[in-house]
């Protein structure tokens, strides 16, 4: 045998086969989303979303009080209005009695040292369920939407939000978002994190059930990218980029580890997060539930599957879970 064939010598021992890899998971790397509803007492079980709920302001204490204490170091808040009044523009998204905005000084108050991303997104506050504002024949007005999007991005930071992270999709949002948060002074304040790569994905139907986002007609393929569009993909990192993203995101994660890896390239100097969607985590679940492997073990495999790939932080429903697997 040719000595360039022997591999097997370089992780031969647990020890040295950790060594194989470029980077390792660590509890800062999990981002958790989580539901906040306009019910403040609120503690609903999601059934598509194994152990997952929608949660009120009252109940975040008991919350994520054992999380921080193991370790969560960052959430991603997504409201989930149940008691307003919807309109065109998606305006209970920043009302500041609504759940995003309450959930942000609550957990600012009660948890000083913990990062706060909020989604911003108007698909949960729309009476029509898309993501932005529409002319009268129900396509997508640009301009006034991603104006509006602005407006509740500043909203969010300036009730406190570390970060936040436009989902809708709508061309140009980043730049306008980025120039609203300086005339604001806040662009120093508050990161700007862009789903850039963000696709019409069959692996969203659990969250739309936990949000309530389903679009009241048609769908969201003319402004999610399609999933075979790996040079749009290309494109739209390399324009949030440009407009000032402060953070790259592929959405979702593991159907799509060639666009993470091809961001890692196009943005090496920023950091790259990748959003382990709520289709993934429940096939996990539906794979593990019927033996057809260990939970724990996949859930393993497919974070360290994007890790590999390039991502640094992971939007992920095993967050409660990592932080006490990653205490062993």
Not at 127 to 151: F, Q, V, W
């Amino acid at each position: 045998m040719d000595i360039s064939s022997i591999l097997q010598g370089g992780y031969q021992h647990p020890l040295s086969r950790s060594w194989q890899g470029r980077r390792e998971l660590t509890k800062s790397m999990f981002m958790y989303p989580i539901f906040i509803t306009d019910d403040p007492d609120a503690s609903v079980v999601i059934s598509s979303l194994p152990g997952q709920r929608r949660w009120g302001v009252n109940q975040l204490e008991s919350f994520l009080g054992p999380l921080v204490k193991k370790g969560l170091k960052s959430v991603i808040l997504f409201g989930v209005p149940l008691n307003c009044e919807k309109d065109g523009r998606g305006t209970p998204a920043d009302d500041t009695s609504g759940p995003v905005i309450q959930a942000i000084k609550k957990i600012r108050l009660l948890f000083p040292s913990l990062y706060i991303a909020c989604d911003v997104c108007l698909c949960e506050y729309t009476s029509h369920g898309h993501c932005g504002l529409l002319h009268a024949d129900g396509t997508i007005n640009t301009k006034p939407s991603i104006l509006r999007l602005a407006e509740v991005s500043v909203s969010y930071a300036k009730a406190g939000a570390h970060c936040v992270a436009p989902s809708d999709m709508m061309d140009g949002r980043i730049k306008a978002i980025k120039q609203a948060l300086i005339d604001a002074e806040l662009a120093s304040k508050c990161t700007l994190m862009s789903y850039s790569a963000k696709f019409a994905s069959a692996l969203y139907g659990p969250f739309r059930d936990a949000a309530g986002s389903a679009p009241s007609f048609g769908d969201r393929k003319c402004y999610q990218l399609p999933p075979t569009a790996k040079g749009l993909a290309r494109r739209a990192i390399q324009r949030d980029m440009a407009e000032g993203a402060d953070i790259i995101m592929v959405k979702p994660a593991l159907p799509y580890l060639d666009i993470i890896s091809d961001a890692a390239q196009l943005a090496p100097d920023h950091p790259l997060a990748c959003y382990q969607v709520s289709g993934e985590f429940a096939m996990v679940h539906a794979g593990a539930a019927a033996g057809v492997y260990d939970l724990k073990t996949m859930a393993f495999e497919t974070t360290e599957s994007m890790v590999r790939a390039g991502a640094t932080l992971i939007l992920s429903y095993f967050t409660p879970d990592f932080l006490d697997w990653l205490e062993v």
